[in-house]
């Protein structure tokens, strides 16, 4: 008797330039490209998964460019059922701006209190080797943050990607 899927609808936020859409497209198709083209061309990229033998289908939704908060209509958020907030190694400013990014956030969807609500970091471009951003700097803001799981990724060599989106699939499922 096969079970009918689920389906999530994950949002991925962060600074431009981290590698959101890198991530989304190695994830979704397994393939990167070095070029800048900034959007996917649509809301969102969907992956059928498997979690723990339940059928899962995400719904990723990808920022076409207006990262800033305010630039991202309503219909970007609502109903989201996790969250990704990615930034990047080698950029400090994009690691100091996670807790803006979460507490927006949290705000827009009426979840401000929630201290559970399924999310992960997304530490990107681990590749380079001009990292700004500790592992240990990163592990103290999760801990500061009801201990959030984070990943060390990269998009380019496909480091983690399966992983931290398996992650997600799994947070959202467990509060199903
Ligand atoms: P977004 O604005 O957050 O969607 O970022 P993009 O996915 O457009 O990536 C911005 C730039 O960073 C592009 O030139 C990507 O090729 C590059 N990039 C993304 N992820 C990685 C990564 O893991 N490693 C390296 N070296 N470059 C990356
Ligand atoms: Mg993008």
Do not use: C
């Not at 008797?1 to 936020?13: A, G, N, Q, T």
């Not at 400013?93 to 997304?122: C, H, R, V, Y």
């Not at 592992?135 to 984070?150: S, Y």
């Not at 399966?162 to 992650?167: I, R, V, W």
């Amino acid at each position: 008797m096969s079970r009918k899927s689920v389906l999530f609808k994950v949002v991925v936020l962060g600074e431009s330039g981290v590698g959101k859409t890198s991530l989304l497209v190695r994830y979704v198709e397994n393939k990167f490209t070095i070029s800048t083209k900034s959007t996917i061309g649509s809301d969102f990229l969907s992956k059928e998964i498997d979690v723990e033998g339940r059928p899962v289908s995400l719904q990723i939704w990808d920022t076409a460019g207006q990262e800033r908060f305010q630039g991202l209509g309503t219909s970007f958020y609502r109903g989201a059922d996790a969250v990704i907030f990615v930034f990047d190694v080698t950029r400090k400013k994009t690691f100091d701006e996670l807790s803006a990014w979460k507490k927006a956030f949290l705000i827009q969807i009426g979840q401000e209190n929630n201290k559970e609500f399924p999310m992960i970091i997304l530490a990107n471009k681990v590749d380079l080797d001009d990292r700004q951003v500790s592992k240990r700097d990163i592990a103290e803001w999760a801990n500061q943050n009801g201990d959030v799981h984070f990943y060390e990724t990269s998009a380019k060599e496909n480091v983690n990607v399966g992983k931290a989106f398996d992650e997600i699939a799994k947070l959202a499922l467990a509060k199903v």
